[in-house]
């Protein structure tokens, strides 16, 4: 079982940066593949960004290319979430899920464990 907890939310200016992290507990973790979804108030959960157990493959939502990057310390089972550039269009909850089966997943019902979520609010 593995339990994830976001932080890093705020508020923000266009153009700003902001680093989400998303920690976790179980001992296990650092092969678990992990990636990142928002949800806009009114809209379904959209795909961020993830990456798969080593790190060594990572997919980026085309409407975050070039402006996220994920990563991950394993020693304090923390997955990060860089994003720079950020735009108004960026506003959403922002969640991070874990599967246990290690790959890179796009699709919100690929994950078991989702966290509760974080709010990120990009101002004009």
């Known amino acids: 079982q593995v339990q994830l907890v976001e932080s890093g939310g705020g508020l923000v200016q266009a153009g700003g940066s902001l680093r989400l992290s998303c920690a976790a507990s179980?001992?296990?973790?650092?092969?678990?593949?992990v990636g990142w979804f928002r949800q806009a108030p009114g809209k379904e959960r959209e795909f961020v960004v993830a990456f798969n157990w080593s790190g060594t493959m990572t997919y980026y939502a085309d409407s975050v290319k070039g402006r996220v990057t994920i990563s991950r310390d394993n020693a304090k089972n923390t997955v990060y979430l860089q994003m720079n550039s950020l735009k108004p269009e960026d506003t959403a909850v922002y969640y991070c899920?874990?599967?246990?089966?290690?790959?890179?997943?796009?699709?919100?019902?690929?994950?078991?464990?989702w966290g509760q979520g974080t709010q990120v609010t990009v101002s004009t």
């Open positions: 899920a874990a599967d246990r089966r290690g790959g890179v997943y796009i699709r919100p019902d690929e994950y078991d464990y």
């Open positions: 179980g001992r296990t973790f650092s092969t678990y593949a």
